[in-house]
């Protein structure tokens, strides 16, 4: 059983900022082992990978349409991970789902999961309007 908690989704005008959080409970009682990381579903758009990042505040991997915007971090102690998200665009837009996944600490591997691997949040919205 993996439960997540995310918050900090909303709508922003173009060139705001925004920073998600995302707590997760895991059956092991620790989400230390896993790699986190963060998708987003875009309308008319297969759901792509945003960010990841490693064990124990390890390397982070970047989609490119948001490196040098956006920056993925974790609490380990508190089992959380956020994304700060800023000069946002309005095609930035959409459901942001927090994941957690085994991945031997590798975060590019965050990115390019498929839905039915890992353990996925039930998502928050982001609306940039222009």
């Known amino acids: 059983q993996v439960n997540f908690i995310e918050s900090g989704g909303g709508s922003v005008p173009a060139g705001g900022s925004l920073r998600l959080s995302c707590v997760v409970s895991t059956y092991l009682g620790t989400a230390s082992g896993f790699c986190m990381g963060w998708f987003r579903q875009i309308p008319g758009h297969e759901r792509e990978g945003v960010a990841g990042?490693?064990?124990?505040?390890?390397?982070?991997s970047y989609a490119d349409s948001v490196k040098g915007r956006f920056t993925i971090s974790r609490d380990s102690a508190n089992d959380m991970v956020y994304l700060q998200m800023n000069s946002l665009k309005p095609e930035d837009s959409g459901i942001y789902y927090c994941?957690?996944?085994?991945?031997?600490?590798?975060?590019?591997?965050?990115?390019?999961?498929?839905?039915?691997?890992?353990?996925w949040g039930q998502g928050t919205q982001v609306t940039v309007s222009s």
């Open positions: 990042i490693g064990t124990d505040d390890g390397p982070t």
């Open positions: 994941v957690i996944v085994l991945c031997a600490g590798d975060p590019d591997y965050v990115l390019t999961i498929a839905p039915d691997t890992g353990y």
